[in-house]
Every structure is written in C-alpha cells, then in structure tokens.
C-alpha cells in the first residue's frame, strides 16, 4: 500500500513539471546540495518548507511516508513533498525519474517545479537540483520516446 502511495504522489506530483524535463542527470548525491549557495539543506516539515517559501499551501494530501502540497507564488507553482525518512524520499525518486521533470531535492524533502522556479527556490532552502529522463526529441541522435530506452 505504501508503495502505491508513493506512485500516486509521483505522479500528482510530475505532472506539474513533465513539460520542463530538460536533460538527464544522475539522482546519486541529491542531499549534498547547496555548497556552492552556501546553503545547507535541512530537513524540513511540509508547513516548514511553506513556510520558507511564503507559500499558502493548497491540496494537501499526507499518507505515511509523505506529506505533499501545491503552492503559487510569486516565484512560481510548485508542489512540496516532505519524507520521514531517507529511504522513501529515495524510493519516491527513484519512482519519478522516469516520468522527467526536474527536482530540487533536499534533506528528506522535494519540490518540483520548473528549474528556474526551483532555482530561485534554492535560495532559500539549498538543495541540488535534479534532471528526471529526458523524454524530448532533442540530443543526440534525436532518438524519440520509446525508440531511446533500452
């Protein structure tokens, strides 16, 4: 159940930035982020992280892993995810990585969003930001969705 959870919480979550999936990149060392910002991502409650990003949170939704929101601001939309622990954050990326988009991932919690929301965003919560799979037409090769994978 909790793992079906966590794929619905994907894929609420992707569909905000499917259209902003830009490139590939590993997902290894997500948590490091922020050296070069000088900011040290912590971890941080769901209304902690709303909080940072003066954002009202909107459809809210927690099961028992994770907690998820939606905000609008004047930086952008985004979606906040904050984990209990590592493991879930790491399987729930794992998980969306496929589907593209781009994270700014941090300390057992994510937001997604388009990356120049995110890297503003980073600003104020550190994190590393993060390519899901690259499903364009674009690259080299210019290999399709579906004629690429193997």
Partial sequence: ??????????ALSVSLALTSAAGCSAISDATSGGEDEGK???PASLAQL?????????GQRKVKDL???????????????SFTTDQG???WLHEA???GG????????VVVSQEQTLQTLRKDLG?????????GGGGTGGASHGTGHG
Wanted: charged share 20%.
């Fill in 102 to 109: 781009v994270y700014l991932v941090g300390a057992r919690w």
């Fill in 89 to 91: 954050m790491n399987t």
């Fill in 1 to 10: 159940m909790t793992k079906h959870a966590l794929r619905c919480a994907a």
């Fill in 127 to 135: 994190g590393k930001i993060v390519h899901g799979d690259n499903h």
């Fill in 40 to 42: 040290v991502a912590r």
């Fill in 50 to 58: 709303a909080e940072q990003t003066s954002c009202s949170l909107t």
């Fill in 97 to 99: 990585k496929p589907w």
């Fill in 67 to 81: 907690e998820q929101g939606n905000c609008k601001t004047a930086q952008g939309r985004y979606v906040l995810l």
